[in-house]
């Protein structure tokens, strides 16, 4: 039983760190959003599959949230907002998608070697678990940074928060599991409804971040 | 126990500057402040002459916490106590009548007392913490004394200056008393005697003290700042910064290298004798080469202060080879021109402000002909100039003729960089001395003597009897103690026993009371007698011709070669008269340039001469750093206009880097 | 149990008075309201020094947190009262409507609850929340002008705060994931006091790892170099009352968390030293500060830099470790609130009469408003580290113990001071004198707060009082 | 008793300096005279110039002060005051304890400071053109003569002036490097002081030219008289102070008889008409240098006193 818990759960922890790299290759915002869908997905089942490992029933609120907020909610909210902005379609990267990927790449060995330091005696589903972790929330940056567009960087910032919830959840018995995972989400609901609906299109023509960087308090 | 007394004339000071600061407005309280902080000075002068044997110290809860606040009144301490006070109480005097001038006084009262209150501080304080703290408290009164006027430009520049070198020593100091003080941070000074620093870290602080006091002393490569900040102050503040601030410097770099630096070893003289020569002949050059006469006061200061330093450096030389009487007559040939140079500054800085008054000038070239409208004041300005050109019936001249004995003793040092150094210090004294006569007889002569240039110095009239006084007594001083100096020398035998190990013979008890340096048959000198000599053959010569030859007197004319109506602007001016010592010394040192621009026949426009100077410690030090600095600053500013991207790759870069050095520490 | 009740008093006053505040539509009650909860709360903390309540699972009371709960309150309270005559003259002159105001003074006891929660909190997660909360609603209050500045210094904060946010989580799990074989599951592995205890037996290189993430995480709230971006914006941008409560509070809550963190470390023996780190950071955002500070030319951004650069030295001296230079790093946290926090509330009444921000229209205030130009002469006097004020002491502690320990280090040290100074008294020459600018109205200022925390400022200048003194050396003891 | 003794010596020697400076005056402008074929002045005109002068009215510019009129009074004294402490015909008189050469140079100095300031107190231009030239003359001449006065006082071991002549009596001290650089830089500096020929022409009132002569322009009658007899005095005291150090034999020892101190005067008038000579001689050989040219020749005077310290710093016996 024990070898087989663990398979699953590195697999789908192994899932969520492809779909992040998948994220990265996307240069277009509705396929970027799709993308963003199924990684959601992804950790939902990986929460609930650490549910059911951990007997830990308040794991099955996360997973849900995970599903229906970010799987299902966002996506299509940011889908309405990308297509009524009518912002163009073409996602500028400020490097380009091979270099992207290769840093991608780096950043994974990097958080092993560092997880690796980790002695053993910490059981090993944890060390891997964290190792996914690691590299999911340092790709979710490397996306943010990557990316000209503001609603790119959202994106980048909420698979940073995917790999934060898988970390959570990776630690067995962690209180405050589900009060965290409730708090990020109302910040990424915060992001995408009041900020974006309300305020930015009122002031700027354009989400491109660029834009919003000139309107500074101190110009030449 | 006085110096239970001294902290209560402190406390008293800034009472006095709480009160002037809340009541400025009031014009009894603006009378009223001078008066009481005269009061509470001369009593503070009173106390530390009046100390007992034993040295005293007393511990308060403030300050440092764990350590406290300790304060100490030992021989020295009382030497400095007496000038400062003696200083302070005739600033205030000074001040009482000088005062009435000041259109905004609400920003010169509360800041004279704490200025005061600051300096005394210094002096008593026994540790690093209280020491630094009055030391900066003392720099902070005196900045926001010099921003008094700052209506003025260049006078916001001037302070800028001055707290910045200000800010500069005291981190010298800090550094300094860091290293005294050990890991463990005991900063008591009596923690700091008990251990003593290795050589390399007594050699570091000694750089850093040279550094940290040199600059508010106004040594040369650090004396950028005095020029600009003494004269911006009102006049009573310039003559006690110039007269006195420097003298707390001196007593700061005493107390540290002398008694906290554990034994002296011969190299530290070194660099002192070299930076107090170049200081002294430089300070007066530059002195030469201005026209404003509150800045060739404050320059001539620097002249002093590098006199003071050779002979503290001399006697470093001689404590280092334990040669004690010699060191003992080259420190007290320091501290009695320490003595000096408060009276005569004092003095003649407060000439300066009766001139200021009367004349609302401060350029020579738009002086002349003072003496016939500002006797009194011309008298006594006279007197302090003669002084501090060391002519013999006067103190300067005293303290002169001790530092060249001292000299005169170093061929018994036996190392060879001390027996090429102190030579060349000795020339570059010589220079100093003849060169200081020159520039206050060019002080003297352009601003009182002559024809009034302008039509203000011609309406000129004498100022008011608080300042005349105020500076009756400090020319009267002069006098007093150039004719008997061994009053002086044997009041400084406690302090220079304490600090050297030896004394000057007693000079009470030698005949005549002359001033006797090591041995009788060595060399001797009677400021009583050679003042009795030369008056009584002036005297004799007078009463002489008066009796014998004939009293006819007639007015006429001066002789013009035939010129019609010689105006006075064809008489010499301040540049004129340093133009020789200008071509003889200046082209060397500031790379002067003479530019004359003569038009053409026929054309009426007048011809000029434009003499540009160029001050190498400017130009080789300070703007090179300020250019640095403002091209550091235009480079980093970008930083402040990324876009919000790239702010996240510096978080994204910094995090990465952490993790690397994680990943690979050993 | 009385104490119990002033611990949960801290955080419920001001929770009550966010829920009233919301409700009332009315600007001149509800600034009353404010003062008098702020005052209250103020009341409950110094309660705390009477009796110090034993340390709960969720709440925590020891000797290094009293100290900042009781900073915390009073320069709330201060600052409430600034709040008041500030808003009032920003309504008069229309820069803000009742309508954008309406939520202004919940969102303040928000931040103070917030801020509170942070400070007592015994639970690591919970003082995660708490700083996010307080983050949050600064973000709010920063965009409340809705002016192209503000909002771009709102968005910015916001995007930075949630990532640094995100970055402290992932190492609170760290921490918890190091503690659980030893402390076992459940809430226990959050507990300060628990972890305290067995953190001699977690992993060292977890922990590490979990440091660094923890440092770059709060350090973003801390406004350290690398990380510091949102900072000036957001001083600049926002109403003036929110940045004195930025630069006084929030920058010393955030340091207080990575202290606790350092705390933990420092009682594990495998784990690297912290110390280097925070050295480094320190000296960058010292000295990268320092020449910042030069090309400014809007007051309040200049005064958000003065900011980053006591962070760096305060960040230095926990860095460099030693009783010495921790108690000068504690005494600095609490004084450059107090003056920071005095120089924003004088700042803030200068932009109002003068109508502007920009340095080279303001000139002469000691000649048009004596009191306002003298204090911000002195404010700034103290923030340059001059004495006879309380930061002299804690600069004096720190440069010394480093020369005599590190003499390499003092150099950057001392030249970062020094730029800093120069920097500062260039533009407080221009400011405070010459001839005046500008209009010369007088100005119904509130004088109190400033006067409170100048005078506060000055007594440390020369006299600690002595139960502070030992919860310092106590607390600098533990530090190591 | 013996101090009314020595009192009378002392007031001898003063009579005696008194008495002697015009007429050296007058030898010297005598010779050099008879060196140009010229008959020249009568020896004792100096005499009757005084005197003729003491009985002229005083005209006195209209803006002169009462400095004006102190300070020749104050210059003749310091001279005089020097010029007795200056063993002429013998050593240790009961003066010559109250000051040294240091202070005899530093006197010359005072009176050298109240002269330049009468010179700028009338406020025409040539009263400046002196003073400031004087003043600068003087800024390398006190230097070089304090560095004489060190090596003097480094071979002698004190700077008392008769324990100085006493030393170079005794035959101690052999011929040396250092005392001949003395020497040669004692000279240069006596020529500048006194304004002697190749520093400045005391003959003329060419206004490009004079020196010491532009500063007493405006002085007239009693004043006059005064300042001159100041000046030859000041000739005197350096011929004597050149004697007195270097060609000391003939100086009664202290305390010797009224006969060996006649005899001592005796040589010291033989020494000041040898020294009236040379100078005569060696002012008619050379021409007045361009006043710049004045820095490098008494450059060379402060160079060879410091190297002449330099070298006794270095080693007792050079």
């Known amino acids: 039983m024990h070898g087989l818990t663990f398979d699953v759960a590195h697999m789908f922890a192994g899932g969520l760190v492809l779909v992040s790299f998948m994220m990265l290759y996307q240069d277009r915002l509705y396929a970027l959003l799709n993308v963003f869908a199924l990684q959601a997905f992804v950790l939902s089942l990986s929460v609930a599959w650490q549910a059911l490992v951990q007997d830990a029933p308040h794991l099955y609120v996360t997973a849900a949230i995970a599903l229906i907020l970010k799987a299902i909610v966002i996506p299509v909210a940011l889908h309405r907002i990308v297509a009524r902005l009518g912002i163009h379609r073409e996602v500028e990267t400020v490097v380009g998608v091979g270099l992207t990927m290769l840093a991608g790449i780096a950043l994974v060995a990097l958080s092993m070697v560092v997880m690796l330091r980790v002695t053993g005696e910490a059981d090993p589903l944890a060390r891997e678990d964290l190792a996914f972790a690691l590299s999911v929330i340092l790709l979710g940056l490397l996306m943010m940074v990557t990316r000209r567009n503001a609603v790119s960087q959202i994106v980048g910032f909420m698979s940073l928060e995917n790999g934060l919830i898988l970390a959570a959840t990776g630690a067995k018995g962690m209180p405050l599991v589900v009060e965290i995972s409730v708090a990020f989400s109302v910040l990424i609901a915060l992001i995408v409804i009041g900020i974006f609906l309300f305020r930015i299109r009122e002031r700027f023509d354009t989400v491109d971040v660029g834009a919003l960087d000139r309107a500074r308090g101190e110009r030449l | ?666 | 149990m009385p104490a119990i009740d002033a611990v949960t008093l801290i955080l419920a006053i001001p929770a009550v008075a966010a829920a009233v505040l919301a409700l009332l539509p009315g600007y001149r009650l509800s600034a009353q309201l404010n003062v008098l909860a702020s005052f209250l709360t103020l009341v409950a903390a110094l309660s705390l020094f009477v009796a110090k309540p034993e340390p709960g699972p969720y709440l925590l009371v020891d000797d290094l947190n009293i100290v900042f709960i009781a900073l915390n309150a009073f320069v709330g309270f201060t600052t409430s009262v600034f709040s008041a005559s500030y808003i009032a003259h920003e309504l008069e002159t229309g820069r803000l409507t009742p309508v954008y105001l309406r939520f202004y003074h919940a969102m303040y006891q928000v931040m103070m609850f917030g801020m509170n929660l942070a400070l007592v909190a015994n639970n690591i997660g919970l003082m995660w929340v708490a700083i996010e909360l307080a983050t949050l609603t600064t973000v709010l209050m920063v965009g409340i002008y809705r002016t192209h500045e503000a909002l771009e210094a709102a968005w910015k904060y916001f995007i930075l705060g949630s990532v640094g946010i995100a970055l402290a989580l992932f190492g609170t799990i760290l921490v918890y994931m190091a503690a659980r074989p030893v402390v076992g599951e459940g809430l226990d592995g959050m507990v300060w006091t628990i972890l305290m205890a067995h953190v001699a037996g977690f992993d060292p290189a977890l922990l590490n790892v979990a440091f660094v993430f923890l440092l770059l995480g709060y350090g973003t709230k801390v406004g350290l170099a690398p990380l510091h971006a949102w900072l000036p914006d957001a001083h600049a941008e926002g109403p003036t009352p929110i940045s004195a409560v930025l630069s006084g509070l929030l920058l010393n809550v955030a340091l207080y968390a990575v202290l606790r963190f350092k705390l933990l470390l420092a009682a594990n023996p495998g784990a690297i030293a912290p110390g280097p780190l925070m050295v480094v950071l320190g000296l960058t955002s010292l000295v990268f500060a320092g020449f910042m500070l030069y090309r400014r030319r809007d007051i309040k951004r200049m005064f958000a830099y003065s900011s980053i650069e006591h962070m760096g030295i305060i960040t230095f001296a926990f860095g460099m470790g030693g009783p010495l230079a921790n108690f000068a790093g504690l005494l600095h946290m609490m004084m450059h609130s107090l003056t920071k926090s005095a120089i924003f509330f004088t700042v803030g009444h200068i932009a109002q009469v003068k109508g502007t921000q920009k340095i080279a229209d303001i000139r002469g205030l000691t000649v048009t408003h004596p009191l306002l130009g003298w204090g911000l002469v002195l404010g700034v006097v103290a923030i340059a580290g001059m004495p006879p004020l309380g930061i002299f002491m804690s600069e004096f502690l720190v440069v010394s113990s480093t020369f005599a320990r590190e003499p390499l280090l003092a150099i950057p040290l001392v030249l970062g001071l020094l730029i800093a100074f120069g920097a500062l008294m260039l533009r407080i020459h221009g400011l405070a004198f010459g001839e005046p600018t500008g209009s010369t109205a007088p100005v119904k200022a509130s004088y109190l707060p400033m006067a409170a925390h100048l005078s506060l400022v000055l007594m440390a200048g020369f006299y600690l009082p002595p139960p502070l003194v030992a919860w310092f050396q106590h607390v600098a003891r533990l530090l190591g | 008793m013996a101090v009314i003794a020595n009192l009378a010596i002392q007031f001898v020697q003063m009579l005696l300096v008194l008495l002697l400076a015009p007429l050296l005056t007058g030898f010297v402008r005598k010779v050099k005279a008879h060196l140009l074929r010229r008959q020249g002045p009568p020896l004792l005109q100096p005499y009757r110039d005084l005197l003729r002068l003491m009985r002229k009215e005083v005209v006195l510019a209209e803006n002169a002060s009462w400095l004006f009129r102190v300070i020749p009074y104050l210059i003749l004294a310091a001279t005089w005051v020097a010029a007795a402490l200056v063993p002429t015909f013998a050593t240790g008189l009961i003066f010559s304890w109250s000051a040294d050469l240091i202070a005899i140079v530093a006197l010359l100095g005072s009176a050298r400071f109240f002269l330049a300031l009468a010179g700028m107190d009338v406020g025409t231009s040539f009263g400046g053109i002196g003073s400031s030239r004087e003043v600068m003359i003087a800024t390398l001449a006190e230097p070089a003569m304090i560095m004489i006065v060190f090596t003097l006082a480094l071979i002698a071991g004190s700077t008392q002036l008769s324990t100085v002549a006493g030393l170079m009596l005794s035959s101690g001290v052999g011929l040396r490097v250092s005392l001949g650089l003395a020497l040669i830089a004692l000279i240069l500096v006596a020529l500048a002081e006194n304004a002697r020929i190749p520093v400045d022409n005391p003959a003329t009132h060419l206004e490009l030219t004079m020196v010491h002569e532009a500063m007493v322009l405006e002085y007239s009658g009693r004043h006059l008289a005064v300042i001159e007899l100041a000046a030859s005095l000041k000739l005197l005291l350096y011929m004597s102070l050149i004697a007195c150090l270097f060609v000391p034999w003939g100086l009664a020892p202290h305390g010797a008889g009224p006969v060996a101190q006649f005899g001592g005067a005796v040589a010291y008038i033989a020494k000041l008409a040898i020294g009236g000579f040379l100078l005569a001689v060696f002012e008619t050989s050379i021409a007045k240098m361009r006043v710049f040219r004045v820095p490098d020749f008494l450059g060379a005077a402060l160079m060879l006193g410091l190297l002449g310290t330099l070298l006794l710093f270095v080693s007792r016996s050079l």
């Not at chain 2, 406390?11 to 006095?16: D, Y």
């Not at chain 2, 390399?200 to 040369?220: D, E, N």
């Not at chain 2, 220079?431 to 024809?451: D, E, M, N, S, T």
């Not at chain 2, 980093?636 to 919000?644: A, K, V």
Request: aromatic content about 10%; hydrophobic content about 55%.
């Open chain 2, 1 to 666: 126990m006085p110096v239970v007394v001294e902290l209560w004339c402190v406390a008293a000071l800034l009472a006095i500057a709480v009160v002037a600061a809340v009541g400025a407005r009031m014009p009894l309280i603006r009378r009223g402040i001078y008066g009481a902080s005269l009061a509470v000075t001369t009593v503070a002068f009173a106390a530390a002459l009046a100390l007992p044997a034993d040295d005293s110290h007393i511990t308060l809860p403030l300050g440092l916490p764990w350590i406290g606040a300790h304060f100490r009144l030992d021989a020295l301490a009382a030497f400095f106590l007496a000038v400062i006070n003696l200083g302070g109480a005739a600033a205030s005097l000074y001040g009482i009548g000088y005062g009435q001038h000041e259109h905004e006084p609400q920003r010169v009262l509360p800041f004279f007392p704490a200025f005061l209150a600051g300096m005394n501080l210094v002096i008593v304080a026994d540790d690093a913490f209280t020491f630094l703290l009055s030391w900066e408290f003392m720099s902070l009164a005196s900045w926001a004394l010099v921003m008094a006027h700052h209506r003025e430009p260049d006078n916001a520049r001037a302070g800028y200056v001055y707290i910045l070198m200000a800010s500069v020593g005291t981190f010298a100091l800090l550094l300094a008393f860091g290293l005294l003080a050990g890991p463990d941070g005991n900063y008591a000074f009596s923690a700091m005697r008990a251990q003593t620093p290795p050589p390399l870290f007594a050699g570091i602080i000694l750089g850093l003290v040279l550094l940290g006091a040199g600059s508010k002393a106004g040594l040369v490569p650090l004396h950028v700042w005095l020029p600009l900040a003494h004269p911006a102050a009102p006049s009573h503040v310039s003559a006690l910064m110039s007269g006195v601030m420097t003298k707390v410097a001196i007593y700061g770099f005493i107390r540290i290298v002398f008694d906290l630096l554990g034994p002296t070893s011969w190299w530290w003289g070194v660099p002192v004798l070299a930076v107090g020569g170049g200081t002294a002949t430089l300070g007066v050059l530059y002195a030469l080469m201005q026209n404003d006469l509150k800045r060739v006061l404050a320059y001539s200061t620097i002249e002093n202060i590098g006199l003071i330093f050779v002979g503290l450096g001399l006697a470093l030389a001689f404590k280092g080879n334990d040669m004690p009487a010699a060191g003992a007559l080259a420190l007290t040939a320091a501290l009695f021109h320490v003595f000096n140079h408060a009276l005569f500054k004092s003095a003649l800085f407060f000439g300066a402000g009766a001139v200021l008054t009367a004349t609302g000038e401060r350029q020579m070239e738009r002086l002349g002909g003072l003496i016939h409208r500002m006797p009194v004041t011309s008298v006594a300005f006279l007197v302090a100039c003669a002084a501090i050109s060391a002519l013999p019936p006067l103190n300067g001249f005293a303290s002169e003729w001790l530092a060249f004995q001292a000299i005169l003793l170093s061929p018994q040092l036996p190392q060879w960089g001390l027996k090429l150094l102190v030579p060349a210090v000795g020339a570059l004294l010589a220079l100093a001395a003849a060169l200081a006569a020159a520039c206050f007889v060019r002080a003297f002569g352009i601003v009182f003597l002559g024809r009034p240039r302008t039509p203000a110095a011609e309406q000129a009239v004498e100022v008011d009897r608080w300042s005349l006084v105020a500076m009756g007594i400090l020319a009267v001083l002069c006098i007093i103690v150039g004719i008997l100096p061994g009053l002086v020398i044997d009041g400084l035998a406690p302090v220079v026993t304490a600090l050297v190990g030896d004394r000057m013979p007693a000079q009470l008890g030698v005949p005549w009371l002359t001033t006797v340096p090591i041995v009788e048959s060595r060399s001797s000198y009677n400021g009583l007698l050679v003042f009795l000599f030369t008056a009584a053959s002036a005297s004799l010569a007078a009463f002489a011709i008066h009796r014998l030859a004939s009293q006819a007197l007639r007015r006429a004319p001066a002789w013009d070669c035939g010129f019609p109506d010689p105006s006075p602007v064809t008489q010499y001016t301040a540049a004129s008269f340093a133009q020789p010592i200008r071509r003889v010394f200046g082209s060397y040192v500031f790379q002067a340039r003479e530019h004359v621009d003569m038009p053409p026949p026929g054309d009426m426009r007048p011809a000029s001469l434009a003499v540009k100077l160029r001050d190498p410690a400017w130009e080789f030090i300070y703007t090179p750093i300020k250019t640095a600095v403002s091209v550091a600053a235009d480079r980093l500013n970008l930083l402040q206009f990324l876009t919000i991207r790239s702010y996240l790759s510096l978080v994204f870069f910094a995090l990465v880097l952490l993790l690397l050095v994680l990943a690979l520490w050993p």
